[in-house]
């Protein structure tokens, strides 16, 4: 008898209590360990997170995003060794890329995002100021802030890497303390990459506690900070949406359930075309890869009535090439499904579909096994139907598994309207190389989907395909799947935290957000702003130039050398007639080269580059003989953690002699730290 499979609570290693249930080996039926969560004392491992959450707090955006790209670099180093196990779930080599590559990738990818998109710092501001009052003295500004919570997250056995690491790293990244729970049929790949993190001793003790067996009493812990993201079926989350927890304390509960994806084959795609060839191969792929385990597989494959025929002829031939068995074996290109269980499981989904459709390829009883023994282990043969006319079942009855339904469609319309007795998924395709229908169907199609892939053949080549999540792009589906969403670069991490409205005096509000707000006060600089290093700049540092007149010769000289001859520059009849200028005026870009000679300070010093310029405005035309000033404030300073240099934006404010505003932007300069 195996060992029961460790939980990683309050800074410990322990097991639960008793023999535990057992968890078999997906393609020879030997059982790997065993699982129990009894005994184990989920308050304490509640409480120990929420102790754990202030030192995480502590840390700045930058800072976690690091500690998460570390973990990356360390796990990708050890993947190998994971590959191995991750055969016992009854995964490919190409199946455990999609879950362990693309884990890491995932980590990769929103570390690196939220260094590029959040501030340094723990506060991250919404949106821009809202002035409140007629004098400026009383504004609004939308923050994000870390909530004093655990993130609970319950992730399903398809994807035991990926399916942590995706919960995870958002959630670290907002300041949270993880418990993750992950299935148990193929929990003991959670526990190998959790120990890994655990010893490699980069996240702060309590950052990650796991849970093996099952979740228990663990929503009884929970309270209005607390959130619970949960990927599985809609049973599980129907009953955890009626916990008491959610219902009337508050916690919040993300669900990503069950999900009938489609693919639409266009009506303009003929059997020669390209994107024929690419709907077949998108639709075996979704069908195979993980064993058709994949809550993004295409489920229901709709396509032109008169074409049907053509398309399960070649459905069929591509699928006879898929080889069914041992996942070790590099031959193979579809492994067992992840349990006993689970098979059986498909094979009644396949039956129900019958009532209303028949198979066209596969046997779900039979099925030919390289290297492996078919009934010892959890194998399956793919299986494609092919749904009569007003087919019921291929809408309400997910088979999760190797399974899909071609379903027919006389128009247009027609086929939205199939896609939309879904009720909701997570993912939708639309093979066409017309724009007209790729603008129909996709509208058509958008209410009822989190994501929709447009495939045709100018982005076939770049494209990863119908059933894979991005992690800069929302992951999650309306209606029957469950109405969540996860991923999509930093929304992924601001859906975790609370964003209020602050409503203060300017002064207030720079002090608050740590980034200058207009209206509060310049703190006027003796040695100019260009001079001082990153260390020495402050928030309200300010230079007012001196003015400089605009004159005629000037706009000519900008107009002939730059070849901007508009006519509000150059043809003083055309110019007054327009109702904006009323006369000619100088060119804003001329304006805002003329306000860089004003402020910039021209020595070599700590400001290394200008990168950019924000938010430019041009609020009132300057006219030939105007004069110009400029105010320039250090806005906000962003230390960069792995470079000697870190970005500063300044706020920018061009002034006429009326003391009215000619121009404002922000100046985003590169400065060293010391």
């Not at 909530?147 to 992730?155: E, L, S, T």
């Not at 989190?450 to 494209?463: P, T």
């Not at 005096?505 to 740590?514: K, Q, V, Y």
């Not at 109702?579 to 060119?587: C, E, M, N, R, T």
Request: charged share 20%; with cysteine; aromatic share 6%.
């Amino acid at each position: 008898m195996s060992a029961v499979l460790q939980s990683y609570i309050a800074g410990r290693w322990v097991s639960g209590d008793g023999e535990g249930e057992p968890v078999f080996d997906a393609g020879t039926g030997e059982e790997v360990t065993r699982v129990s969560s009894h005994g184990l004392d989920l308050s304490a491992m509640v409480q120990h997170a929420r102790r754990a959450g202030p030192a995480i707090v502590e840390l700045t955006f930058h800072q976690r995003a690091l500690l998460l790209k570390e973990i990356a670099q360390q796990l990708t180093a050890a993947k190998d060794e994971l590959y191995e196990l991750s055969f016992r779930t009854g995964a490919t080599r190409r199946d455990s890329a999609v879950d362990i590559d693309g884990g890491f990738g995932t980590l990769f990818s929103l570390s690196s995002k939220a260094r590029r998109e959040l501030p340094n710092d723990t506060v991250h501001l919404d949106g821009g100021l809202e002035r409140l009052g007629r004098a400026g003295q009383f504004v609004g500004q939308h923050v994000y802030t870390s909530r004093p919570g655990v993130a609970v997250q319950i992730n399903a056995f398809n994807f035991p890497v990926w399916g942590m690491l995706e919960k995870l790293a958002p959630a670290f990244l907002a300041g949270l303390p993880s418990i993750v729970k992950p299935a148990s049929q193929t929990g003991y790949l959670t526990e190998a990459v959790v120990r890994k993190i655990i010893d490699s001793g980069v996240l702060p003790e309590g950052s990650l506690q796991l849970l093996s067996g099952g979740a228990g009493a663990l929503l009884d812990e929970l309270g209005p900070q607390d959130s619970v993201a949960f990927t599985g079926s809609a049973h599980t989350a129907g009953l955890l949406r009626r916990h008491p927890s959610v219902l009337t304390d508050g916690v919040r509960l993300g669900v990503e359930a069950d999900s009938l994806n489609c693919s639409v084959l266009g009506p303009d795609v003929a059997p020669d075309d390209p994107e024929f060839d690419l709907f077949i191969k998108g639709v075996v792929a979704e069908m195979t890869v993980k064993a058709g385990q994949k809550c993004t597989a295409i489920r229901r494959v709709i396509v032109p009535r008169e074409r049907a025929d053509e398309i399960v002829e070649a459905l069929t031939a591509r699928l006879t090439k898929i080889t069914v068995g041992d996942p070790s074996d590099p031959d193979v290109r579809m492994g067992p499904l992840a349990s006993l269980g689970q098979r059986v499981e498909v094979r009644k989904a396949i039956e129900a579909l019958r009532s209303s459709a028949e198979i066209v390829y596969g046997d779900p009883d039979r099925v030919s096994t390289v290297g492996a023994d078919a009934e010892r282990g959890a194998f399956l043969s793919p299986v494609l139907l092919r749904a009569r006319d007003g087919a019921v079942e291929p809408h309400d009855v997910e088979p999760f598994g190797p399974v899909s339904t071609v379903l027919t469609y006389s128009s247009l319309p027609q086929a939205v309207e199939l896609a939309a007795r879904g009720r909701g998924s997570l993912v939708g395709s639309v093979i066409t190389n017309d724009p007209r229908v790729a603008r129909d169907v996709t509208i058509g199609l958008a209410p009822w989907h989190g994501r929709i892939l447009v495939l045709n053949r100018e982005d076939a080549a770049e494209s990863t395909g119908h059933g894979s999540p991005l992690p800069m792009l929302v992951h999650g589906g309306p209606g029957r799947a469950g109405g969540g969403e996860e991923l999509g670069g930093v929304r992924a991490v601001l859906s975790h935290m609370q964003r209020t409205a602050v409503q203060a005096s300017p002064n207030m509000m720079t002090a608050i957000t740590g980034r200058w707000t207009t209206g509060s006060d310049r703190v006027p600089s003796e040695e100019h702003p260009f001079r001082k290093s990153l260390a020495r700049l402050r928030i309200g540092d300010t230079i007012s130039t001196d003015s400089r007149t605009v004159s005629q010769s000037d706009i000519d000289r900008f107009a002939d050398f730059t070849g901007d001859t508009f006519y509000a520059h150059t043809d003083p009849e055309a110019a007054a007639a327009n109702p904006f200028f009323g006369g000619l005026v100088a060119h804003g870009y001329l304006v805002v080269s003329l306000a860089a000679g004003l402020f910039v300070d021209p020595a070599p010093g700590p400001v290394l580059a200008n990168f950019g310029i924000d938010n430019l405005r041009f609020l009132t035309p300057v006219k030939p003989g105007d004069s110009i000033r400029v105010e320039l404030t250090v806005k906000q300073l962003t230390p960069r953690a792995t470079a000697d240099y870190g970005e500063v934006r300044w706020d920018a404010e061009v002034r006429n002699q009326r003391d009215e505003i000619a121009a404002s932007y922000d100046v985003l300069t590169l400065v060293a730290k010391e």
